[in-house]
Nanobody, 126 residues
Framework: VQLQAYGGGLVQAGGSLRLSCAASGRTRWMYYMAWFRQAPGKEREFVAATTWNGGALYYADSVKGRFTISRGNAKNTVYLQMNSLKPEDTAVYYC????????????????????WGQGTLVTVSS
């Protein structure tokens, strides 16, 4: 299974970007798909997650109200609409997928995800 993330780029503070991620090589739905990000010198952190049908959406407090995660109509695709971007949003953004349900609210735990994309760089200038 391969995840391909794209859509990153350079944007001014206050601007918007839309990230996309598509998984190939898997015929069944990913139960969870998520976005994480990693800024230089920092650990990879949770951004947002959604369940297979988009019925449940989860966000980090730092992006709540500015970012929106959504599942695409195509199987195992996920988007991240990022509005009102801030310089502190600068990071490499990774999409991740998990094939099965979780036994608890562990959607923000990166160790729970089975598949990862290669990352796409988002740079927000002030």
């Amino acid at each position: 299974v391969q995840l391909q993330a794209y859509g990153g780029g350079l944007v001014q503070a206050g601007g918007s970007l839309r990230l996309s991620c598509a998984a190939s090589g898997r015929t069944r739905w990913m139960y969870y798909m998520a976005w994480f990000r990693q800024a230089p010198g920092k650990e990879r952190e949770f951004v947002a997650a959604t369940t297979w049908n988009g019925g449940a959406l989860y966000y980090a407090d730092s992006v709540k109200g500015r970012f929106t995660i959504s599942r695409g109509n195509a199987k195992n695709t996920v988007y991240l609409q990022m509005n009102s971007l801030k310089p502190e949003d600068t990071a490499v953004y990774y999409c991740a997928g998990r094939g099965t349900n979780l036994s608890g609210p562990y959607y923000s735990d990166k160790s729970r995800y089975d598949y990862w994309g290669q990352g796409t760089l988002v740079t927000v200038s002030s």
